[in-house]
């Protein structure tokens, strides 16, 4: 079975601190695509990286890092120096392989992330 | 370049009463997707197509049906609505070859009373 789990369901931060927000996926699939979206209040998931199995480079990306590990399964994202606007909920979601599947995507139940001036 | 856009952003319904709603993909995207999200869960997949036909489906009863048209938009239907589906329902689009980065629409907020 291939799934997402998000353990921490709510954080609550103080603008400027450093938050990690956790991942842990299941798949049996060798070649696979993690992925982490942004859902403001609006509704709308905004795309914010996306990672293939194949690639166990971090990335940095101004305030914004990631932390893909496949020997653990996880792929964290951490937020430095955290601001108002970062309050939203965030989802980790895995696309399984295959060209049948290039719309389909497993979410984690999402982090909702409040960050206080 | 306009992104995903869905139509209507917000509609109410009655049980029992059926629901079309509509998506045009990202320019470039052959692909369309559609997501169920219940409040304070995660979205939940539908189905998917392309080249006008249904490609993969989700655990959703038959009551859930779509259509992809020659300019790659789509529409959902949902029929015979029950409370439970009232929800955020996305659209998202990808490109079949190339990067398969996945983007979504606002979504229509579905409320069923």
């Known amino acids: 079975a291939q799934k997402v789990t998000q353990a921490q369901t709510e954080i609550s931060v103080v603008e400027k601190e450093d938050v990690t927000l956790d991942c842990v996926y299941e798949t049996r699939d060798t070649t696979y695509y993690l992925f982490w979206y942004k859902q403001p209040p609006s509704g709308e998931l905004v795309f914010l990286i996306r990672?293939?199995?194949?690639?166990?480079q971090n990335e940095i990306s101004g305030r914004y890092s990631w932390n893909f590990q496949k020997s653990t399964s996880s792929f964290n994202f951490t937020i430095t120096a955290s601001q108002v606007v970062d309050s939203a909920v965030y989802f980790c979601?895995?696309?399984?392989?295959?060209?049948?599947?290039?719309?389909?995507?497993?979410f984690g139940q999402g982090t909702t992330l409040q960050v206080k001036p | 370049d306009a992104g995903v856009t869905q139509s209507p952003t917000h509609l109410i319904k009655t049980r029992g009463q059926q629901v079309t709603l509509r998506c045009s993909p990202k320019s470039g995207h052959d692909t369309v997707s559609w997501y169920q999200q219940a409040l304070g869960q995660g979205p939940q997949f539908i189905f998917q197509?392309?080249?006008?036909?249904?490609?993969q489906r989700g655990n959703f009863p038959d009551r859930f049906s779509g259509h992809q048209f020659p300019n790659y938009s789509s529409e959902l239907n949902v029929n015979a609505l029950l409370l439970g589906d009232s929800a955020l329902y996305l659209c998202?689009?990808?490109?079949?070859?190339?990067?398969?980065?996945?983007?979504f629409g606002e979504g229509s907020w579905l409320t069923v009373v």
């Open positions: 197509y392309y080249e006008e036909e249904e490609r």
């Open positions: 990672r293939n199995s194949f690639d166990e």
């Open positions: 979601a895995l696309r399984p392989h295959g060209s049948s599947n290039t719309g389909k995507l497993i």
């Open positions: 998202a689009s990808s490109p079949r070859q190339g990067l398969n980065t996945i983007y």
